[in-house]
């Protein structure tokens, strides 16, 4: 009993709380308490673990975040999305990554304090699949209600990204490669339902190296009747989950005019507004700067000073915000990132682990990575380098 019981699994509950209920003051007193927490279990790591060098990486550049989010609101200036006609939330410069990243250490410490086992996640996994297909249907619905006031009928699912964040859940279900990739099949699903490029891609690309991995390391070992049935087993749902993504793709295709303009969108390189906000803010940074705004940015939200929306690129965001100080310590966090998932010791969550690096660093170059992280994969991250840190321990 006091195995479900825990604050490990009351804190992951009341994260997936949040993303189901309706904005109100109870959601936002429920984020505020939740930050709380987790801001005493970043401190809690860094002062009662040896850390791993990438959150030690990670603690510099949420540092880094929260000094220029504080510099900003002291400041008092209002910023304008333009594209958006709306004023921009300046206390979401810091919220957003905190509720991204300092869960990652609340759930190290945790795992660390053995209050979270593999079966826990497998468990959460089963939870956190239902909470991202409720959150794909409710975002539909929103959009149905105000679909009479658009002018367009294109809509993407951003809930798509939410179920891209499953894939190394998933894999916590390694001695059971059928529920691994029903999960896996299922996610897919919704990321193409969605129609986000990005969110596609970066699946297409994990499902490759997942299907690479399942298949070969069955042959790793020893060869006994067992091995080789689980191998055929493992290729026999390998080809099943490519037959099923290519099939859903095919549907689409033929069904879906807007699905027909974003495939016709990506293979001629089109990013439709995005690539004016990438021209104007590299263009910004290399040629428009002066030797301050260079090495040290123009501040938070700097990017809605250049152009009409955030940049949707963690690169550009921070070179315009924080500068070359920025990128730096950016590139000094992904690098660290990198190496741990190329030593990672603890070998059943490995895969696992070098997904969420994928997942991550993929999703740098068009999206807004380390601002959104979602709980599925700060959990998975923190998990994994948990029980690789007590691997560690052990050798």
Known sequence: MKEIFNIANLYTFLWLLLLVMPSSRLTALLLASLLLVSMYYWVLANTRYEMPSMLKALNVFIVMIIIYGIIMLLGGEVYYIREGGRVANNIEYIQKPLQSLLP????????????????????????????????????????????????????????SYLMLALFPCALFFYKKPLYQYIILGICIFFIISGFKRGASLIGALCLILIIWD???????????????????????????????????IDYYSQTSDYFQYRIEQTVSG??????????????????????????????????????????????????????????????????????????????????????????????????????????????????????????????
């Open 104 to 159: 990652i250490y609340a759930f190290y410490v945790f795992t660390r304090k053995g209050l979270i086992k593999e079966i826990s996640i497998r468990w959460w996994t089963i939870a956190f699949l239902l909470v991202g297909i409720y959150c794909f249907y409710n975002a539909i619905q929103q959009y149905e209600m105000i679909r009479t006031l658009s002018m367009s009928d294109e809509f993407t699912n951003n809930t």
């Open 214 to 248: 399942n298949i070969h390391s069955p042959q790793r070992g020893t060869k006994n009747k067992s091995n080789s049935m689980r191998w055929i087993l493992t290729v026999a749902i390998s080809i099943t989950i490519i037959y099923f993504t290519w099939y859903i």
């Open 270 to 395: 089109e990013g439709g507004a995005r690539n004016t906000i990438y021209n104007q803010l590299i263009k910004h940074y290399f040629k428009e700067t002066n030797l301050a705004e260079f090495l040290f940015g123009m501040g938070a939200n700097g990017t809605l000073k250049v152009t009409v929306n955030f940049a949707h690129n963690d690169w550009l965001e921070i070179a315009t915000d924080n500068g070359l100080l920025g990128l730096v310590i950016y590139v000094v966090f992904l690098y660290r990132f990198y190496i741990r998932s190329k030593k990672y010791r603890y070998p059943n969550l490995r895969l696992a682990f070098r997904i969420c690096f994928i997942i991550y660093t993929v999703k740098t170059f068009f999206s807004m990575s380390y601002a959104d992280v979602p709980i599925f994969m700060s959990c998975a991250i923190g998990v994994c380098l948990g029980f690789d840190s007590m691997a560690q321990k052990e050798t």
